[in-house]
């Protein structure tokens, strides 16, 4: 009697960078990407209406978003404040879903890394967005998107931030020690490969007090139950251009 042949499933080969995000965009298998804007963003501009900074989302002012995805927040910025947007990403797929969603808008769109120099000139923009981009740099790049949001801030803009949070995360903490990354306070992820950097809330602030002045920071709950890590800690953090 003739064996049956034995077939050997073929690994699936992992993709990074840009395939990565490429994918993800495409046909999303480990990420929950939505269209709707970030609840985080819309806190921020009840809180600057509150502090009488209406300035800072003004018709026809401009916002840039550095990550922008599908351009959710761009988007939502635009129709709810008739702002003008200028945003980059590294995933031409999003890019792509971007400029569909933004049809009649006055947004502009580019495929770059944010690590890149920034396309606008000094102090063309009164708001700039850093939400859960610049953890995948490294030192060099993170200091340059910081100088580079700064020089395109006008006086008095406002830089919204919001990244993972380091403090009291069990998550990070098991990451960093299991897969420990090239430089202190990063881990490898384990599903995109890439090198992700996780501040604590006392090395962010210090980080940007370099450039900006600290108005608020938010952290979300630790989100462990019995010891044991639930979902991960974040920070935002809202800071402005001194005028």
Known sequence: MPMKPNFVKKKKRKVHGPTFWD???????????????SEDLAKFTRWVIRR?????L??????????CGNGRNLIYLANQFNMKGVGFDISSAAIAQAKLASKG????????????????ED?????????????FLDKAGREQLRDELYRVLIPGGYFFMKTFLKDKDLHTARLIKEKPGP???SYIHPVMGVAEYVYSEEELVAFLSE????????RSHKHAFKGKARKRRTISIYVEKDY
């Not at 009488?52 to 800072?56: K, Y």
């Not at 002012?61 to 550095?66: E, F, T």
């Not at 495929?111 to 920034?118: E, K, L, Q, Y």
């Not at 102090?123 to 610049?134: I, K, P, V």
């Open 211 to 218: 450039k900006f002045i600290v108005r608020k920071v938010y």
């Open 183 to 185: 430089e202190d306070g």
């Open 23 to 37: 994918q993800e965009y495409t046909n999303p298998s480990h990420l929950k990407l939505s269209d709707k804007e």
């Open 58 to 67: 003004a018709q026809e002012a401009s916002v840039i978003d550095a990550g």
């Open 105 to 120: 808008l006055d947004i502009k769109y580019d495929v770059r890394s944010a690590g890149d120099p920034i396309l606008a």
């Open 52 to 56: 009488e900074r209406g300035d800072v």
């Open 123 to 135: 102090e063309s923009q009164s708001l700039a967005l850093d939400m859960m981009t610049s953890h």
